[in-house]
């Protein structure tokens, strides 16, 4: 297995319905793909330190599990997957930082 693990930094405050909203909108494209066979988003958990972050800011952090490199490279292509992105980015902009991996133990 393949671990994806995104980190989503939107620009500006999101009112917690619409980061839910989000997410559950990537899950959705992510698991009608399917490729995806683990899906795990959860909020990040603001401390005093993130105010020195040299890059960004993580507002949640998004894991998706698939089978192999192919069903990997098959995610990024997923049917519906970009207008789910640009209707997203249009409304709260936000930058995306991910590592992709074997499990961790």
Known sequence: ???????VSFTE?????ELDQFLSDI?????????VQTFAARRNIPVPADDHSPVL???????????DL?????SFTVPGLGEVI????????YKVVWANHEPLS
């Open 27 to 35: 899950e959705q494209v992510m698991r009608d793909s399917g490729h």
């Open 86 to 93: 640009q209707r997203w980015q249009s409304r709260y902009p």
């Open 57 to 67: 800011v993580a507002t949640a952090i998004v894991r998706l599990g698939v089978a």
């Open 1 to 7: 297995m393949i671990h994806h693990t995104m980190i």
């Open 70 to 74: 192919d069903a990997l490279n098959a």
């Open 13 to 17: 405050s999101i009112p917690d319905a």
